[in-house]
């Protein structure tokens, strides 16, 4: 039975207007009378904070219409996270904040699961890539939402086969001690922002081991917890041996198969002792820090271990049948199609309550940091992190299609050999900033992230040898013969094994793909204070990346799973951007804020790897035919005049021919039924349209700009009486028309990109009351295409495209909000907050792909919506409220919309929701609406500390998919289709035990209910983890 809050049906509310009535009623039982005000000071109108700490102003004459600068410690103020939790409010842009206590007490199995919390905050593949790909207000992909870990970006876009790229940028949570979101570009100093907005990840540092007065500190961690089973790791140990000696292994055709197991397939694991304690997740962490005078140092090293986990049960039902699917199954839409929605059966293949195979991970990082505080207010801080990540993937494409030809309660699981990163980063930040010169805030830095990865996700096959062809064939026989009579070739006689000559025999895997990719970055920023009301901020960047993938595809583009995997998947380029910003903030009184600056940036961009084989001339790298047109057929009827001529001619051919009379009318009449359709006369006529790529010029399209009325009708149609189209559509399936390249084209060097733009900001902040304001933000953004999407050297069709460098994409946002401090009606409280923003954004030229798999740009996007935040502290109860509410998330594109319907123009919209098939925006959209709720309670003196948190997402429908699929439009049930998910509301809940100041116990309980569900923006359906206890024990010394 599903579990569901269901109040009373009298007065049945939604999840929205129930989870309201919650914060509402946690947060409004205060005194009738408004204490005095509490004075704050103008908040940071981004970049620039001119807010001071609570009480500070007391300290310094009152004088909140000063931008002084001022330092304030820890000790003064607050501690780092409760710093961090405050700015979600006194920011005037949308944000959010999770400190080293909330990560750690709602720890889950996958790097995603930082963001789970995070209102309005997701994770695209969440269980299927071992790393985060933030999505912020509908806005994902690679360099649109920066996620930096202490000032380093490692972000890569990876290829999944047939479902095209996945952003990736991988982390440890075990070493995370704090992460900041910015929804939307801003200046914050020292964030790397981004067209969607920001992440901002700290590791530990000495102050989060230390205690406060002390010089030294230990900390000791560990952790485990119930829900995982040890992977089945036969398949992949299997890797490098001669396959002849694995029991049942035969070479058929192209493929190395298993008759008696060692591959990727097997049986998972069925059980309902997922809540015991097995011992297959386990971590620990060590870290020590001392702090003095001149320097504080930290060496710190974590480890966990998790095996697959198991989904949950209770919900399961809904993922066992799809009206839509059914539907669109009966008019045999595009089927049988990689990834249409059979997807939705997503309990035929993972089981409720069974392992979810390739779901394990093992991490080990080691994390040195070291601040030197040096003469004259300045600082050096030096960062080194080293991570050895491994974990379970799978092919989209894998799920999908089995999931097609499993029976009924079948278990089959796929252990695929394990993805593999090996990164380093490097970070050194100098710090100036004297007490007694206003011109000077200096911060300088340098930065550096090496990353390698094996992944085996490109499509091939997972097991193969060197050249199927050249197998033992006698040996393969027998095998065959022994485990399948049916394929018996009559010898059944063990043979003598060829020698494995070079290693021949042995098996490797053509699914691999490695990536090196290395940044190097450099960035200076210096605030002045021209006057007591007037900051100037300047700041300057640069960057420089260089990427190479390889590879062991095969050259097949033929094959419907592995098409082009050696031309779409590996890029290789180098590239480089550096940004020169300025921000003015002026005081204009001490209740209105004026912001004002501007962002100039610079990029370069270089295909290296076409570049090679455009050297070597390597078959395939060349240049193809281009597509400039495409040629449409289609019926126009005859006038009346010339459909006499045509029948005056019929009559005179056939005389001519000098036969009877009766045979002569016979055949004449017969010549004249052919064409007729209905009784009416049609020739067959064509018409070539311009195309941009693969995408019509819809001006020039003539049966939607006027010229040709597909809709027109004849009265009286050539004398029969009856009105009947003067056009019918001819084969839906344009003719391409081509240009070839010339012979100096075929082999020519890549053209280096380059391209530069301004972006303006601005805002204004205006205090109504000491404890309310409204702002308003305009900020423009300008993001320039990736390495990936640079380098665009192939298409799915095996088309070339004329090679043109992409427009940057350049965003266009507007944030309105209002933020409320309630302390001063509750100062007895903590803190007690309030904000509500809304946000109107457009993306024009946003970079996509086409259904070909070209790197197009489509005219814009559009998104728009409300945030809402809240929170609570009274010192013994807290609670922390969001919502997010998507107003509008579409994608906007005439030309497109006109190839997919070019007769009419009407099937697809011009502005669709999401985006259009196969595009990843189409992937991206995130839920309706959004809500967290958490809360918990503080006992005998802070001893023991209570919480939970419900997280609930809306389902996820769209009904322009539905009125596509029952249009029979083409693509629609294509590659990377979104995936339906049902309303999901997730429980989960801690305890910690203060057992002394040396000791603490955690113990915790994520998704209580033990739903089954499907992450929201998920990819690759996998279901999420099934009821988990956690149990750790920390030691501090």
């Known amino acids: ?100 206590d909330d990560i750690e007490r709602y720890k889950g199995a996958n790097a995603a699961d930082l963001f789970k919390g995070m209102n309005g905050v997701y994770s695209g ?161 060590i870290a020590a820090a001392t702090r003095q005078e001149n320097f504080d140092l930290l060496a710190a090293y974590s480890y966990r271990k998790k095996g697959n986990y198991y989904s949950g049960k209770q919900g399961s039902e809904r993922y066992e049948t799809e009206s839509w699917y059914d539907k669109a199954q009966a008019a045999e839409v595009n089927s049988p199609t990689i990834g249409d929605t059979s997807g939705n059966y997503l309990a035929s293949f993972y089981k409720p309550g069974a392992e979810v195979s390739g779901t394990s991970n093992e991490m080990r990082t080691t994390l040195l940091k070291g601040t030197f505080y040096l003469a004259d207010d300045q600082s050096l801080k030096l960062s080194y992190m080293h991570s050895d990540l491994e974990f379970g993937e799978t092919m989209p494409y894998l799920i999908n299609e089995t999931t097609k030809l499993v029976a009924a309660g079948s278990n089959i699981g796929f252990q695929l050999p394990y993805s593999e990163v090996d990164q380093d980063t490097l970070s050194l930040t ?34 193969s040898i060197a050249d199927a062809t050249l197998s033992d064939k006698a040996w393969d026989n027998y095998v065959r013969c022994k485990y399948n009579v049916g394929q018996c070739n009559g010898n059944t006689a063990m043979p003598d094994k060829l020698p494995n000559t070079d290693g021949r025999f042995n098996l490797f895997s053509r699914a691999l793909q490695m990536t090196d990719h290395d940044r190097w970055g450099l960035n200076l920023s210096n605030r002045m204070e021209l006057s007591d009301v007037w900051a100037l901020t300047l700041s300057g960047d640069f960057s420089k990346e260089k990427l190479k993938q390889t590879d062991n595809a095969s050259d097949d583009i033929g094959s419907t799973y592995v098409f082009a995997s050696n031309y779409l998947g590996p890029r290789g380029g180098r590239r480089e951007q550096y940004n020169f910003t300025f921000n003015n903030e002026w005081a204009a009184t001490s209740w209105l804020t004026f912001n004002a600056g501007a962002r100039y940036s610079d990029y370069s961009s270089f295909d290296t790897t076409l570049d090679e084989y455009r050297k070597e001339q390597a078959t395939g790298w060349d240049a193809k035919a281009a597509v400039v047109a495409k040629r449409y057929s289609y019926s126009r009827m005859l006038t009346d005049a010339e459909n006499q001529a045509y029948i005056a001619g019929a009559r005179e051919l056939v005389e001519s021919w000098g036969l009877d009379e009766e045979t002569t009318e016979f055949l004449i009449n017969d010549y004249l039924q052919e064409g007729l359709v209905n009784g009416i006369r049609y020739t067959s006529e064509s018409v070539d349209i311009a195309t941009n790529g693969q995408r019509l010029v819809s001006s020039q399209n003539p049966f939607t700009n006027g010229t040709i009325n597909m809709s027109e009708q004849v009265a009286n149609a050539q004398g029969t009486g009856t009105t009947a189209p003067r056009y019918l559509i001819g084969q839906t399936v344009a003719l391409p028309i081509y240009q070839q390249p010339t012979d100096a084209e075929r082999w020519a060097k890549p053209r280096k990109s380059k391209d530069s733009a301004w972006a303006p ?102 998104l728009s919506g409300i945030e809402l935040q809240a929170r609570f502290d009274t010192g013994r109860y807290y609670s922390n409220f969001g919502v997010s509410y998507r107003l509008d998330q579409k994608l906007c594109d005439k030309d497109m919309a006109n190839t997919l319907d070019p007769y009419y123009g009407k099937a697809v919209d011009e502005c669709v929701t999401g985006g259009f098939p196969t595009t990843f925006s189409r992937t991206s959209l995130q839920p309706q609406y959004s809500i967290n709720l958490d809360g918990g309670m503080r006992l005998f003196d802070e001893k023991l500390e209570l919480g939970g948190r419900m997280v609930y997402h809306s389902s996820a429908r769209n009904k322009e998919e539905q009125k596509w699929i029952d249009q029979g439009l083409l693509f629609v049930q294509g590659v990377n289709q979104p995936y339906e998910w049902h309303p999901i509301w997730v429980f989960d809940s801690y305890a910690t035990l203060h057992v002394n100041d040396h000791v603490d116990v955690d113990l915790g309980v994520n998704n209580i209910t033990n739903r089954y569900y499907l992450d929201p923006l998920s990819r690759t359906v996998m279901p999420a983890p099934g009821r988990t206890l956690k149990l750790g024990l920390t030691a501090r010394f």
């Open 761 to 862: 900001m601005a805002g204004v902040t205006l205090h109504v009351t000491d404890n309310a304001r409204v702002y308003a933000r305009y900020t423009e953004f300008v993001r320039f295409p990736t390495i990936y999407e640079e380098a665009q050297t192939f298409s799915a069709t095996g088309i070339g495209m004329i090679q043109s460098s992409p427009r940057p994409e350049h965003a266009y946002n507007w944030e309105f909000g209002y933020v409320h401090d309630l302390h001063s009606r509750v100062p007895e409280w903590r803190n007690a907050d309030f904000r509500i923003n809304y946000y109107k954004n457009e993306i024009h030229d946003y970079i996509d792909r086409d259904f070909a798999y070209n790197i197009i740009q489509y005219d814009k996007k559009m």
């Open 430 to 463: 100098y710090n100036w900033n004297p007490q007694d010169n206003r011109w000077v805030d200096m911060q300088a830095g340098f930065w550096m992230t090496r990353s390698d990865a094996k992944r085996y996700q490109n499509g091939e096959q997972v097991f």
């Open 1 to 100: 039975m599903s579990f569901f809050i269901t109040p009373p049906k009298p007065m049945r509310l939604k999840p929205l207007a129930w989870s309201i009535l919650l914060a509402l009623f946690s947060s409004t039982a205060l005194a009738e009378d408004e204490s005095p005000a509490r004075q704050s000071s103008t908040p940071n109108m981004e970049p620039l904070e001119v807010e001071l700490p609570a009480g500070y102003e007391e300290k310094t004459g009152n004088q909140p219409q000063e931008l002084q600068a001022q330092e304030i410690t820890a000790e003064e103020w607050e501690e780092k996270d409760d710093k961090g939790r405050s700015d979600v409010y006194r920011k005037d842009v949308s944000n959010v904040y999770a400190g080293k």
């Open 125 to 285: 593949e969440a269980r299927n890539s071992g790393a985060l790909d933030p999505n912020i207000r509908g806005i994902q992909g690679e360099g649109r939402i920066p996620v930096t870990v202490d000032g380093t970006e490692q972000a890569t876009s990876v290829w999944l086969g047939s479902a095209g790229v996945s952003n990736r940028n991988y982390v440890d949570p075990n070493m995370i001690g704090s992460i900041s979101v910015e929804k939307g570009p801003s200046m914050t100093p020292g964030v790397k922002s981004g067209i969607g907005g920001s992440v901002e990840i700290r590791t530990l540092d000495a102050e989060d081991i230390v205690r406060p007065g002390e010089s030294y500190g230990l900390e000791i961690k560990t952790e485990t917890a119930s829900n995982a089973v040890a992977p089945n790791e036969d398949g992949m140990n299997n890797l490098g041996r001669d396959y002849r000696d694995i029991e049942g292994a035969y070479v058929s055709g192209q493929y190395v198969y298993f008759a008696n197991s060692g591959g990727a397939m097997y049986t998972p694991h069925e059980s309902s002792r997922s809540n015991d304690f097995d011992f297959e997740d386990n971590a620990f962490r």
